[in-house]
């Protein structure tokens, strides 16, 4: 089987249900969490290179995000989206936030912004949080003109913050410190 198949040559591409250019709004939504799933690939395989069973978990949700993300390439490759045809659903983005508390409740407080890094797999979860906020906001760029399934941007929207609780939880599992942004005043106050 062939790869290349020449016909993207004119700077055309194909999505379900039309013939659009490579930069299309929805393209670039897509590409980007293309992109994003790149990010995860490379952040799993720095988090499982040393894996002594303490990475488990997380190397099994990064699986699961990788193949969600799929799905919302998927829902996003659509023209115009087909409901029954959908994959992203709200529950998979209630699921992030289960994982999400559970890594907060393993961190210590938060009061002042931190910097991205600290050990080197917080820092390839930062970098992923990071693309996530850019396909979130190609996505929404894309709501804004043309049809966008709205679970796949709650998904995106909520796998930021699982992205930056997975990185809190990586530096804590090492005894990692997060750094604070030094000159930032206090924005985060613990909610009774």
């Not at 990010?39 to 990788?66: C, E, F, K, P, S």
């Not at 009061?111 to 979130?136: D, K, N």
């Not at 913050?161 to 030094?182: P, W």
Request: proline residues 4%; hydrophobic residues 40%.
């Amino acid at each position: 089987m062939r790869i290349y198949t020449r016909t993207g040559d004119e700077g055309k591409t194909s999505v379900i249900g039309a013939r659009v250019a490579k930069d299309d709004a929805r393209v670039e939504a897509y590409g980007t969490i293309d992109e994003l799933n790149a990010a995860v690939g490379q952040a799993a395989a720095i988090i499982g290179r040393d894996n002594d069973g303490h990475w488990n978990d997380m190397l099994a949700q990064l699986t699961v995000i990788q193949h969600e993300l799929f799905d919302c390439g998927s829902d996003l490759s659509y023209a115009s989206p087909v409901h029954e045809k959908m994959k992203v659903t709200d529950e998979m983005a209630a699921q992030l936030e289960q994982w999400i508390d559970r890594y907060s409740d393993q961190t210590p407080p938060l009061a002042r912004f931190i910097l991205p890094g600290g050990s080197e797999q917080a820092a390839a979860l930062h970098v992923c949080r990071t693309v996530c906020r850019r396909a979130e906001r190609r996505v929404v760029a894309l709501a804004a003109v043309q049809p966008c399934p709205q679970p796949v941007v709650k998904y995106v929207n909520r796998l930021s913050d699982y992205f930056f609780a997975a990185a809190r939880a990586a530096n804590a599992l090492l005894g990692t410190q997060d750094v604070e942004y030094e000159r930032g005043a206090i924005v985060f106050r613990r909610r009774s």
